[in-house]
C-alpha cells in the first residue's frame, strides 16, 4: 500500500520511535482513539469550534470505545497504564483540544476525585454511570479571584442537622452549567479545611435550589467546550453529598498531582499535529516556483518544532514510567508541565506563523490547536506556578505561601 504524505508526517513526527515501545494494548488504545479522532471529530469539530457549541452528538460513540476512566480499576473503567492514558489524551488534542478537555474533566478530575476521595459505597454510587457517560462529569474548585492559588478558596460550607449548606463562586468550571455530577470543593465553617461535596441534578434534570450557572462567552481558545460561572447561594446538599476521603486541600492536591500529567500529554498532541500540518504544508506550498520545504529557513524552522516535539514525547514517556512506578514527584509532574506547555505554543506559533494568512483558516486547523495550546498554558497550574514548585524543590525555599 502507497504511504501518504499524512502517514508519512506521523511517522516523523515520532521521530525516536518511541510508539514501538507501546504494549500491545497501549497500540491498540491508540488506535481505536485515532480512528475515532479522524473519523469522527475532525469532520465536524470546526463547525462546533466556529458556533462555541459542544458536539454532544459524540458522546454516545465515545462512550463505546471502552476509554472513560482511563486509570481507574473497576466500577466499569478500564484500569489501564499511565502510558495508554497519555495517549487518548494525546490522540483526541491532535484532533481537536475541546473534545479532550471535556474528557479531561469528565474522566480525569471528576472521576478521579471520586475514585480518589470517595468511599467504596460513593464510588460504587457515581463512577458506573460516569464510565458509560451516561452521565456527565464537573469538577468545581477555580473562583473568581482563587486560580493559582486555588488553596485559599472562599466557598463555604456549614453543617445544619443532616444537610450541608454551601455558599460561594466557582468559575471556569468546563461543563458546570450541563454536568449531571460535578465535584465542588468548599471550606468547612467549623474547622476551616476544605471539602468535597457532589452536587447532583434530580430526576427532572433539575440542580439544587441555589445553584445558578451562567455560560463564560467570548472565548478565543477551546471554543468547543463550555465553562460555567457558578453563583452559590444557600444550596443545601444531604450529609451523604461529602465526599469522605476530602479533609483538607491535601487531599485536593493529591487529585490535581493524578491528573496534570494529562495536560502535558495534551500539549503533545496539539504540538504533533501543528508539527504535521506545517510539514505537510511546506511540501505542497509553491512560492517562486518551487515548494517552501526546498528553502533553508523552513527546513530549519521544521528541524526545531521536531526536535522540541521530541523533547515533550520524551518528558511524557518518562513522567508515564515513573507515575506507574508510584515514583513521580510533585515537582517532576509540574515540571513536564511547564516544559511541554512552553515547547507546544511554540511549536503551534510556528506552524501557524509557516502557513502565512493560510494558518488563520479552521479549514487548515492550526490556528485551533494554537488557541486551544494558550489554554493548556494556563490550565492546571500556569507555567509561572509549575516554575516556582520546581523552583521550591531546587532551593528547599517556597517562593509562594
Known sequence: MMTTTADHQTAISDYFRLDEDLTPEEIGIRDKVREFAEQRVLPVINAYWERAEFPAELLPPLAELGIIGTTIQGYGCPGMSRKAAGMVAREMAR????LNTFLGIHSNLCMGALNILGSAEQRERWLPALARIEKTGAFALTEPDHG??????????RRDGDQWVINGHKRWIGNGHVADVIVLFARNTEDGNVNAFVVEKDDDGRYPAGYS???IT???????ILQADIVIEEMRLPAS??????HSFRDVSRVLQATRGGAAWEAVGHAMAAFEIAADYAQTRIQFGKPIASYQLVQSRLANMLSELTTMQ???TRMA?????GQLTVAQASMVKMATAQKGKWICNEARDLLGGNGLLLENHVIRHMTDMEVVSTYEGTDSMQALIVGRDITGISAFN
Open 95 to 98: 484532533a481537536d483540544g475541546s
Open 148 to 157: 493559582s492559588d486555588s488553596v485559599a478558596l472562599e466557598t463555604q460550607a
Open 213 to 215: 450557572p451562567t455560560v
Open 218 to 224: 467570548g472565548k478565543v481558545g477551546k471554543r468547543a
Open 241 to 246: 453529598s461529602r465526599l469522605e476521603g476530602c
Open 314 to 316: 520524551l518528558l511524557c
Open 321 to 325: 514510567e515513573l507515575a506507574d512506578r
